[in-house]
Nanobody
Framework: QVRLVESGGGLVQAGGSLRLSCAASGRLFGIHVMGWHRQAPGKQRELVATITSDGSTNFEDSVKGRFTISRDNAKNTVDLQMNNLKPEDTAVYYC???????????WGQGTQVTVSS
């Protein structure tokens, strides 16, 4: 089993910044991709950003240039730095980890990000 614990959500004004952190523990063998998804009220969960164990990144188009993702393989953490936040970024953000050999995904409990206009 893999446990993911997020931290760092909160309320911020438009244009502000937040940093989300996710700590992974447990049986991490085979976890190649980690990242963040988000789900806004009434909408489907969507991918925000991912990072592989060798540092390759991928971002959803609306966050490119504003969000960065980083990973510390030694500490088993993945962070999402969110700058120039917009009200449409308001959502519950979920950390996730993808196990490559059986395509299984683990999810954190989610952390709320609210951006006021």
């Amino acid at each position: 089993q893999v446990r993911l614990v997020e931290s760092g959500g909160g309320l911020v004004q438009a244009g502000g910044s937040l940093r989300l952190s996710c700590a992974a523990s447990g049986r991490l063998f085979g976890i190649h991709v980690m990242g963040w998804h988000r789900q806004a009220p009434g909408k489907q969960r969507e991918l925000v950003a991912t990072i592989t164990s060798d540092g390759s990144t991928n971002f959803e188009d609306s966050v490119k240039g504003r969000f960065t993702i980083s990973r510390d393989n030694a500490k088993n953490t993945v962070d999402l730095q969110m700058n120039n936040l917009k009200p449409e970024d308001t959502a519950v953000y979920y950390c996730y980890a993808h196990r490559g050999y059986d395509y299984y995904d683990y999810w954190g409990q989610g952390t709320q990000v609210t951006v006021s206009s």
